[in-house]
């Protein structure tokens, strides 16, 4: 029976009713703070909010009490509701880009457990201790909150007042979406369940298969140009443009780059760079290897999966067809790897036959200075051997960027059980991973990486080679800063003066630093390189 009760009764009740609609109204109106995981309110407001309270009126109008099931099913609507929201607001802070459902999802085991081998036994245990207290927690303050919000909507007049309270929010969002400009000022949050809508509508549209792919370009180059030497191909894990345009990063850089462009020109060879626009931000790295290597844009793993289930031609392919012995060094690969199949390799070194047998560095143990040196012992070392066409992801760039592998001088030691001092191990150690800032590690490892590719060089004195060295993607966003652009270095180091000739006549600029504007997107760069390495293939005329 409803009770028809007057607002200057106990004040107790009324207050926790105002504490109970801001608390849920914060948890889906909060908003990053950029670019923590950390998140903050700026007091706007929440339209299911009102809604939901609509129902409520509606509910306890017609005479119905909420039951227990009622109250359950609301709580967990409301949790999910705050956990998309926090999705929504934080991925773009932390990787650059809008979290997706359908791509992302898939690979959430594989994160957390890369995640659980780069941290410590016990704070894996306590991180997931604290989320589940924490889901608990807010499980438990969700339902103290409407329960607070039930027990005035049991007195007519305060359920007016709620009522009309919700009807004018509701309003209020309308003529924010219809009569005001989407720049303007937002009192209303955008809805959590727009979010879920359209990650559903895009599952849908991924789920029905109607999409298509592009024709390939033209792999039609007779090679002549590199006169049979090896061709390498190294991804520099999020080796991205904030290396050179980020004043901190740039001027912890730069010494070491300076070294690294030494050793370019101390070796005999030279270099051209340019910034290339990657497929992807912040992750999903094989998005950049398939776009560059097939010629095709690919930023998604709905057109990954399907291009490989596509016969096409891709420069592994096209270096062998040609007398290239084909490899894939493939530190960060643990598990089969069937994709391989479509680039066309003759051989792929995985994780496990590397044989690394010293101490473990990142998610992958293994240093990316230890993988060139297993790729001269495998393979470029051996004698009376065909030309190298060489593909080599590195992984010690990768987040969270520590522990730092010290830089051996001694390679072949490498190879040995014990490639490294207890010193120099101890040092790599001390520097522990700050997850909320972590460009100190960052710029660590990429001078790690400038040094470890400066030493090869030196190691490969007037060799006859192109080494291509690109990035795949910038680093996250907590690292790569608010609004960075997707642009990546590409250096072509080589001593063939026919083939530095041609990329300049693409738009690379001779030296490391590469000048803006940037040549295109990252699949442009394949048919420079195909130029440059040899004239367009002659057809025998049917």
Same mark, same amino acid.
């Given at each position: 029976?409803?009770?028809?009760?007057?607002?200057?009764?106990?004040?107790?009740?009324?207050?926790?009713?105002?504490?109970?609609?801001?608390?849920?109204?914060?948890?889906?109106?909060?908003?990053?703070?950029?670019? !923590?995981?950390? $998140? !903050?309110?700026?007091?706007?407001?929440?339209?299911?909010?009102?809604?939901?309270?609509?129902?409520?009126?509606?509910? /306890?109008?017609?005479?119905?009490?909420?039951?227990?099931?009622?109250?359950?099913?609301?709580?967990?609507?409301?949790?999910?509701?705050?956990?998309?929201?926090?999705?929504?607001?934080?991925?773009?802070?932390?990787?650059?880009?809008?979290?997706?459902?359908?791509?992302?999802?898939?690979?959430?085991?594989?994160?957390?457990?890369?995640?659980?081998?780069?941290?410590?036994?016990?704070?894996?245990?306590?991180?997931?201790?604290?989320?589940?207290?924490?889901?608990?927690?807010?499980?438990?303050? $969700?339902?103290?909150?409407?329960?607070?919000?039930?027990?005035?909507?049991?007195?007519?007049?305060?359920?007016?007042?709620?009522?009309?309270?919700?009807?004018?929010?509701?309003?209020?969002?309308?003529?924010?979406?219809?009569?005001?400009?989407?720049?303007?000022?937002?009192?209303?949050?955008?809805?959590?369940?727009?979010?879920?809508?359209?990650?559903?509508?895009?599952?849908?549209?991924?789920?029905?298969?109607?999409?298509?792919?592009?024709?390939?370009?033209?792999?039609?180059?007779?090679?002549?140009?590199?006169?049979?030497?090896?061709?390498?191909?190294?991804?520099?894990?999020?080796?991205?443009?904030?290396?050179?345009?980020?004043?901190?990063?740039?001027?912890?850089?730069?010494? /070491?780059?300076?070294?690294?462009?030494?050793?370019?020109?101390?070796?005999?060879?030279?270099?051209?760079?340019?910034?290339?626009?990657?497929?992807?931000?912040?992750?999903?790295?094989?998005?950049?290897?398939?776009?560059?290597?097939?010629?095709?844009?690919? %930023?998604?793993?709905?057109?990954?999966?399907?291009?490989?289930?596509?016969?096409?031609?891709?420069?592994?392919? !096209?270096?062998?067809? /040609?007398?290239?012995? %084909?490899?894939?060094?493939?530190?960060?690969?643990?598990?089969?790897?069937?994709?391989?199949?479509?680039?066309?390799?003759?051989?792929?070194?995985?994780?496990? /036959?590397?044989?690394?047998?010293?101490?473990?560095?990142?998610?992958?143990?293994?240093?990316?200075?230890?993988?060139?040196?297993?790729?001269?012992?495998?393979?470029?070392?051996?004698?009376?051997?065909?030309?190298?066409?060489?593909?080599?992801? !590195?992984? %010690?760039?990768?987040?969270?960027?520590?522990?730092?592998?010290?830089?051996?001088?001694?390679?072949?030691?490498?190879?040995?059980?014990?490639?490294?001092?207890?010193?120099?191990?101890?040092?790599?150690?001390?520097?522990?991973?700050?997850?909320?800032?972590?460009?100190?590690?960052?710029?660590?490892?990429?001078?790690?990486?400038?040094?470890?590719?400066?030493?090869?060089?030196?190691?490969?004195?007037?060799?006859?080679?192109?080494?291509?060295?690109?990035?795949?993607?910038?680093?996250?966003?907590?690292?790569?800063?608010?609004?960075?652009?997707?642009?990546?270095?590409?250096?072509?180091?080589?001593?063939?003066?026919?083939?530095?000739?041609?990329?300049?006549?693409?738009?690379?600029?001779?030296?490391?630093?590469?000048?803006?504007?940037?040549?295109?997107?990252?699949?442009?760069?394949?048919?420079?390189?195909?130029?440059?390495?040899?004239?367009?293939?002659?057809?025998?005329?049917?």
């Amino acid at each position: 029976v409803a009770v028809a009760a007057p607002l200057t009764g106990p004040m107790r009740p009324r207050l926790a009713l105002v504490a109970a609609l801001v608390l849920l109204n914060a948890s889906l109106t909060f908003v990053n703070v950029w670019p !923590t995981p950390a $998140v !903050t309110w700026h007091g706007q407001l929440s339209v299911e909010l009102a809604a939901t309270l609509i129902l409520l009126v509606a509910w /306890r109008a017609s005479g119905r009490v909420p039951g227990t099931g009622v109250r359950r099913l609301l709580v967990v609507v409301w949790l999910a509701l705050a956990i998309g929201r926090y999705a929504f607001v934080t991925s773009p802070a932390l990787w650059g880009r809008e979290l997706n459902f359908y791509w992302d999802l898939r690979f959430l085991p594989d994160v957390l457990s890369m995640l659980a081998h780069a941290a410590a036994p016990w704070m894996v245990a306590g991180a997931a201790a604290m989320i589940v207290a924490l889901i608990v927690l807010a499980a438990r303050i $969700v339902r103290w909150a409407f329960d607070a919000i039930d027990r005035r909507l049991a007195f007519d007049r305060e359920r007016r007042w709620i009522g009309g309270f919700a009807a004018v929010l509701i309003v209020g969002f309308v003529m924010q979406r219809t009569m005001f400009p989407a720049d303007g000022p937002r009192p209303f949050a955008d809805p959590v369940s727009a979010g879920y809508a359209h990650q559903a509508r895009f599952i849908a549209k991924a789920m029905a298969g109607s999409q298509t792919l592009p024709a390939s370009p033209s792999f039609a180059s007779d090679l002549s140009r590199l006169h049979n030497g090896d061709v390498l191909l190294f991804f520099v894990e999020s080796y991205g443009a904030v290396a050179f345009e980020r004043p901190e990063f740039a001027a912890q850089l730069s010494a /070491r780059r300076a070294l690294f462009e030494a050793a370019i020109h101390d070796s005999g060879h030279d270099v051209v760079s340019a910034f290339v626009t990657s497929p992807t931000f912040g992750g999903s790295s094989w998005f950049a290897h398939i776009t560059l290597m097939s010629g095709l844009p690919v %930023s998604d793993p709905d057109t990954n999966a399907l291009l490989m289930t596509e016969k096409r031609e891709t420069l592994p392919a !096209t270096m062998a067809r /040609r007398g290239y012995r %084909s490899i894939a060094m493939m530190p960060g690969l643990w598990t089969p790897w069937p994709e391989g199949a479509f680039y066309g390799f003759h051989d792929i070194y995985n994780g496990p /036959r590397m044989n690394y047998r010293g101490p473990s560095f990142g998610w992958w143990d293994m240093p990316d200075q230890f993988t060139l040196a297993r790729l001269d012992a495998a393979e470029r070392d051996r004698p009376m051997r065909p030309p190298l066409f060489v593909f080599f992801p !590195t992984v %010690s760039t990768h987040t969270p960027f520590s522990p730092v592998a010290p830089y051996q001088p001694d390679w072949p030691r490498l190879l040995t059980d014990r490639p490294f001092d207890d010193a120099e191990l101890e040092r790599a150690y001390d520097a522990d991973i700050d997850w909320t800032n972590l460009g100190p590690g960052y710029a660590r490892a990429m001078n790690y990486a400038y040094q470890s590719l400066a030493g090869y060089l030196e190691k490969h004195r007037d060799e006859p080679f192109v080494m291509i060295v690109i990035g795949d993607h910038q680093p996250p966003a907590l690292v790569s800063g608010e609004g960075a652009p997707w642009d990546v270095p590409v250096h072509v180091i080589t001593n063939n003066v026919d083939v530095l000739d041609r990329l300049k006549a693409h738009g690379l600029t001779a030296g490391v630093t590469p000048q803006r504007p940037a040549l295109g997107p990252m699949e442009a760069l394949l048919p420079m390189l195909l130029d440059a390495f040899g004239e367009p293939e002659r057809r025998n005329a049917d």
